[in-house]
């Protein structure tokens, strides 16, 4: 066959018939909205890289999360940014620590949310680094032993699923091993698995105040290049016991989230990072592109490369203009 018999423009004619034929779907299941917390009571401090986010103190993080759940979002996932840090990273599993309290604030005000919590050392060091320093390196197998620890009191706060995002070798397997001897074998773990050490995560290093002190994290985050690897990743992780995998960051890497979707049978996220996000407010601020069309693009993108979940700064925007023809 082929033209003039075949005429694809016979599809795309109207509206009406665009939406008929439409392939992918924005749904506001599909998002989970990432939230930065601190400690105190009515906070709320802009972070200058992200125009439109800011870190909240618990009460502010409920009312926000109550807010979010009611337009439709089943999930927010929390970064805590500690008042002490330490070698040890020892605030990030404190009974009363940042997160533990933010969990427990927005299950109260919203139990049927999904809290996801953000596993990892970065947040709570001095020095910046996603595990413990021996002899001038992030030692793997010391630093299990910490996010063990920091998972099992989220769960003790009430965190429904927690996302180690340290890139530790076997930490899934310690993680998995520390909740089900808590009890929370009810807990799932949504495992950071392909996360590429990335320039993409520059404006959440100020957000989260964890830019590290010495060094980078190319000795434990993935190398941007590698793709066969980020299935060896996924498939470690599942081995140790991960419910769902993420890849991260989403943009510059949806052949990773096609492949890793087409080699799993768990939910597949994507992380729609810091960077990402910057990038569209600053453009859509200068006035370059229109920020509604280009947000709606991208994420439409991600999802059609195969991402089941999207975590997302542009989660309470995004679910305003799904059903908006734009
Ligand atoms: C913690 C963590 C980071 C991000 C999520 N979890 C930062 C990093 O690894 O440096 C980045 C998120 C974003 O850029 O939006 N390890």
Redesign the pocket.
Known sequence: MGFPTERPRRLRRTETIRRMVRETHLRPEDFIW?MFVVSGQRVRQPIGAMPGVERMSRDIAAEEAKKAYQSGIPAVIL?GIPDMKDAEGSSSWDDNGVVQEAVRAIKDAVPEMMVIT?V????YTDHGH?GVIIDGEVNNDDTLKLLARQAVSHCQAGADIVAP???MDGRVGAVRKALDKAGYYDRAIMA?SA?YA?A??????E??D???QFGD?KGY?MDPPNVREALKEVRLDLEEGADMVMV??ALAYLDVIAKVKASTDVPVAA???????SMVKAAAQAGFIDEKRIVMEILTGIKRAGADLI?T?HAPDVVKWIDEDI
Do not use: H, I, W
Request: aromatic share 22%; hydrophobic share 25%.
């Open positions: 990432p970064f953000d990892c050392l970065c947040e996603c995002s340290d890139m950071y996360k990335s993409f995560y520059g404006p959440f290093r957000a989260a964890s830019t590290p994290r985050q991260k960051p992380y729609n990072v810091s960077g990402e996000y975590l700064y």
